[in-house]
Every structure is written in structure tokens, then in C-alpha cells.
């Protein structure tokens, strides 16, 4: 098994974070296209690197087995040459929060559900995007485990062409998210939990939880079809915030919420 890479607020250091308040029930998430209604990785690609067409077959080749996410992802972000700092600065201009998702984590922070941020984005963009999106003190109460970004040899970040994706561990991932939730799993008594995505970036994380919400219309639902991976669809937060509600006040169970396609 890979084993993660000194990543921020992850669990290489042998403690989970998570359970320090005694919660009920954890929600995993997924940033871009979850979180965000744009995916910052292919809002990049797609404006500043080699284009939709070539990342979408990249996707596509990712969901069939046919490539590794780690290398489509790297081709991906290599070809955005832009300086990050002017990465940022076009994230922020472009990049929209779900419209439900500050509700619903107001919601989590009163009702003791930890919320925990699995990306396989770049640590310094997410932190910069939800800070411009639910504010600094929301951020704080967020763990964010991700990728993370380093200079090529000889530049700084805010060169042109001179920055890198710093994988979060060796596998064919990049970013293993099991590696984060395994370890609450194997617990013999442990909160409900849940995780919420959408795309190919999402597939290591799809079948480690008790319920699996995948955004409508996206990859990760073809995936837990073909897969036969119990999942319930949803438009925005709104639709996860009842649901998440209602299993953690015990109206229904989470075998009862994995009604596939809405």
C-alpha cells in the first residue's frame, strides 16, 4: 500500500483527528466539482493547458481502466504553464461555490459532524478558493488532506512554467483517498460515515464508506454503476445536507438513502 507523504493534517502522524470531538458521523468530500461547481484542475487544463478535448479523453481513459489517473493528471497539469500565482488569481475570478454547501457546513459545525476535504488538487489553490468562498475561520475548521504544489529545478512557482504537482503518496492515484479513511474504518466502533464527489479523481475513495453521494450527470456515477457501488445521487448540497441530516437523527439508514439514480 502507498503510504502518504508528510501531507498537511493527514494521518501519517497516527492520530485521526476526526474523532477528537467523539462525533456521530464524519463527511468526506471531494473539493472540485463537489465542493466547487467548477473544477479548478479542469478549469485550468481547459483554459490555460492543451484544452477540453484532450482532458476529457484523459478522463474518459482514467473511468475505463485504460490509464492511471496519476499520469493523465500530470499531463494535465503540465501543460498549464501559466505562473500559479496567476492561477490563483483566475480561480478566484471563476471559480463558484455550491450554492447549499456553506448551510450545510454551518450545519456540521453545530451538529458535531467533522468535515474532512479528500482533493486530488493542489493544497495552496483549494486554501485559497475557500477562503475566498466561506471565509478564513470556515477554512480553519476544515481538514484538508490534497497534492500539493513544488517548484521545477532552477524556478520559483510564479515563473512561467515553473511549478510541479507534489503528489501526496506513490500510487497510481496520486492521491490515494482510502489511505485517509481506512484507518476510521477498521475502527470496531466508529461515527457513520459518509463521502461526497464526482469525478475519476474520486474512484479510490468510492467504495470506503457507509454512504456514497455522487454529483448527477458525472463520472463517478457511471463508475459506481459499472462497479455496482451503492451511491445516491444529488444536484447540490442542499440534496446531501437532508439526507446527511436524516441518518445522523436516525429517520433513516444509510442502506435506506442508497437509492442510486434520483
Request: with cysteine; net charge negative.
Amino acid at each position: 500500500m502507498a503510504q502518504p507523504n508528510g501531507t498537511i493534517n493527514g494521518t501519517s502522524n497516527g492520530t485521526l483527528p476526526a474523532l477528537r470531538t467523539q462525533p456521530k458521523a464524519i463527511f468526506f468530500t471531494d473539493f472540485d466539482g463537489t465542493i466547487t461547481l467548477q473544477d479548478s484542475n479542469d478549469f485550468m487544463t481547459d483554459n490555460l493547458g492543451f484544452g477540453v478535448e484532450l482532458r476529457k479523453k484523459g478522463n474518459q481513459d482514467v473511468l475505463f481502466g485504460r490509464r492511471a489517473f496519476r499520469d493523465s493528471f500530470q499531463e494535465m497539469m503540465d501543460s498549464v504553464k501559466t505562473p500559479y500565482d496567476q492561477c490563483i488569481d483566475t480561480l478566484l475570478k471563476n471559480v463558484q461555490l455550491d450554492p447549499a454547501f456553506a448551510e450545510f457546513f454551518a450545519w456540521t459545525r453545530e451538529n458535531n459532524v467533522p468535515v474532512i476535504v479528500l482533493s486530488g488538487g493542489m493544497q495552496p489553490i483549494i486554501r485559497a478558493l475557500l477562503a475566498h468562498l466561506v471565509g478564513e475561520d470556515a477554512v480553519q475548521h476544515m481538514q484538508i488532506v490534497s497534492n500539493d504544489v513544488k517548484p521545477r529545478p532552477g524556478k520559483s512557482i510564479n515563473e512561467y512554467d515553473g511549478w510541479n504537482i507534489s503528489f501526496h503518496d506513490e500510487s497510481d492515484f496520486g492521491h490515494d483517498k482510502s489511505l485517509e479513511i481506512k484507518p476510521y474504518a477498521a475502527l470496531p466502533e466508529r461515527p457513520i460515515m459518509f463521502y461526497a464527489g464526482d469525478g475519476v479523481s474520486d474512484l479510490s475513495a468510492a467504495k470506503e464508506t457507509d454512504l456514497l453521494f455522487a454529483k448527477a450527470g458525472r463520472d463517478l456515477v457511471t463508475y459506481c454503476e459499472n462497479e455496482k457501488v451503492p451511491f445516491v445521487t444529488f444536484e447540490d448540497f442542499s440534496d446531501i445536507h437532508k439526507v446527511v441530516a436524516d441518518v445522523v437523527n436516525g429517520k433513516i439508514s444509510v442502506k435506506e438513502a442508497a437509492k442510486g439514480r434520483l
